[in-house]
């Protein structure tokens, strides 16, 4: 299985005995970040940089800087680069096994520690039965069967980021761009889809007979996007950007409706449409239509702590790669819309 980019950040200090005298003679002075090793490493395995990012799932340009740092640190050139191929120096075959045993103590570390082996369950949020984080967490299930990947329901990725870096959680599944760059800083994040957005209205409702809104047709129209919930402040500000300059008013703050039954009563009685995805449960008495006119995109990312070992989070990783890849989740439709912050997360590179 691929080993994940940065499986390791939590231990910047690590190095071989011995590597210090082959190398630089100052070295035992200095620190060397492992998930440079990591990155060396595939590349080594690969002699391909494109294949390795690929495995590392990271972008080919943070993967190349990652390699020109290393080389810095350690004052030796590890690979001869051309147009076809990549090859290991003499200074780069050395490294191979320093790189190899370090990499190898620090998981062993980190697991002993950090009560993160495979014994202990990975609790994994999934938001609503569903969505496209139970697919994930679904297959997930299916590649690492020995694994005890337990699913929790959390009301949107902000209040689940801060359940993450409290260790109350593991994973969780939404927009990236939509936390404090304080709390990203502390984060993992895999873009695994841009999933098309849909308005959910009552039965009733004077756009309820089209087979799709258009966003046009909701100016005037006031939506409800969670305003005043601060675990989902990430989704409200995603409908802030869309509804910037198109005449739709935020709803706003409101008691959180908890439940499908009291979700429709304040449905019924505030008659508001809610923003959601194409995915939402389908409810009695509303119907959930797409949006159109662009086709606005939630871009939503497996996020977990930085750090973090598990066989689990290798499971999500993988699943998540593979549904995306299957049914093109992760290819933008030519009218499809996201804001620009989240441009660079969604391309792996914030």
Known sequence: MPAPADRSPGLSSGFAPGLSSSLSPGLPHRHLDPRLLRGFLVVAEELHFTRAAARLYVAQQALSRDIRRLERELGAELFV??????????????????????????????????G??????????????GLVSSRVLDRARALAPDCELMARFESGLTGAAGEILAGRLDASFGRFAGLDPAVRARLEQQPVRYEPMAVVLPEDH????????????????TVYAGAGNPRTREWTDLAL????????????????AVGADEFR?????????????????????????????????SPVSLVWRKGLVHPGIDALRRAAGELAAEEGWLRRPVDGWIPASDELVMVGRD
């Open 81 to 114: 680069r051309t147009t076809r191929q990549v090859t290991p120096t003499a200074d780069g075959e050395r490294l191979v096994p320093y790189a190899r045993r370090v990499l190898e103590a620090q998981d062993a570390l980190l697991s002993a520690f950090a």
């Open 116 to 129: 993160d082996g495979p014994e202990r369950p990975l609790l994994v949020d999934v938001n609503s039965p």
């Open 206 to 221: 004077h756009l309820a007979g089209l087979d799709a809104v258009p966003l046009d047709a909701l100016a005037g129209e």
């Open 241 to 256: 950007h869309l509804f910037e300059g198109r005449g739709i008013a935020l709803a706003p703050p409101a008691p959180v």
């Open 265 to 297: 009563r304040v449905m019924a009685k505030k008659r508001n449409p809610v923003l959601a995805v194409v995915d939402f449960p389908a409810m009695s008495e509303t119907v959930r239509k797409p949006l159109v006119g662009p086709v606005p995109l």
